[in-house]
């Protein structure tokens, strides 16, 4: 199965991801988690994604369908994929599909995350990101502790895109370009909406349950 987490900034992707790819077993695909390996790579690509990535602004389609056509053509990933943050535009999510149906695989289910601009900046503000094992954490919502985390709290990192201006600017990005695309998998019957307000072990609950009458 192939699933799409979808849904603005500051949603929950990544957190649900982490939780789904745990349980299920699945390769979590983060084109922005790729694209910031990219940009501390320090290259002339790296320096383009870091600026395009800080001023709030998309990354074009091309560089984002190289980063996906190679993990496609990893066989021992076949059907084992959530997307976290991808397809952003109409035509990454075209891509995808033609992409997807070359090597027999299709999207499964697209889990949209639905939480409004005021919730997200807060938490986003509030975001600690692990930059050893890749867990996610929030100052007031999620804090890091030693029953839910194991590695030292230095490793806690703020993103440098997560500061208010920048966020204002994703949270447009989102509405103008990404949004528009629920329809493309509203009109495949893919589309799950999901309350992402809820608490995060709820959201999980009714994503596993989702994930699993798939799997029936
Ligand atoms: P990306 O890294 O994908 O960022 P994003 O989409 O802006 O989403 P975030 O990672 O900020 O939020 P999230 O939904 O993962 O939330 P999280 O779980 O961390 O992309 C960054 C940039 O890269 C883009 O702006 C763009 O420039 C570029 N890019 C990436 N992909 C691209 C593409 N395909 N095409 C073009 N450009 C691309 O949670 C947020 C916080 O909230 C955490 O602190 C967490 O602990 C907390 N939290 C989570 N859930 C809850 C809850 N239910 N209740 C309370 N707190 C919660
Ligand atoms: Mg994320």
């Given at each position: 199965m192939n699933i799409i987490l979808f849904?603005?900034?500051?949603?929950g992707k990544g957190t649900q991801s982490n939780k789904i790819v745990n349980l299920f077993n699945l390769h979590k695909v983060s084109t922005g988690d790729l694209l910031r390996q990219e940009a501390k790579n320090e290259t002339i690509l790296g320096d383009k994604i870091k600026l395009l990535i800080d001023k709030g602004s998309l990354v074009p389609d091309e560089i984002i369908n190289n980063l996906i056509v190679n993990i496609l053509l990893n066989k021992s990933l076949f059907n084992r994929l959530i997307f976290d943050g991808?397809?952003?535009?109409l035509s990454q999510a075209k891509t995808l599909d033609q992409l997807l149906n070359n090597h027999n695989q299709k999207i499964s289910c697209v889990l949209s995350l639905e939480v409004d601009e005021k919730i997200v900046i807060k938490r986003i503000l509030g975001r600690q990101t692990c930059t050893k094992c890749g867990l996610i954490f929030n100052k007031y919502f999620n804090p890091s502790t030693k029953s839910n985390h194991s590695c030292d709290s230095k490793f806690l990192d703020k993103r440098s895109d997560d500061n208010e201006e920048t966020v204002l600017e994703r949270y447009k990005t989102y509405i103008e370009k990404?949004?528009?695309?629920l329809d493309f998998y509203k009109d495949q019957n893919l589309l799950h909406q999901i309350n992402?307000?809820?608490?995060i072990n709820q959201i999980f609950e009714e994503i596993r349950a989702i994930i699993t009458s798939l799997e029936a």
């Open positions: 849904g603005p900034p500051g949603a991808y397809p952003r535009t990404t949004l528009p695309i992402g307000d809820d608490d």
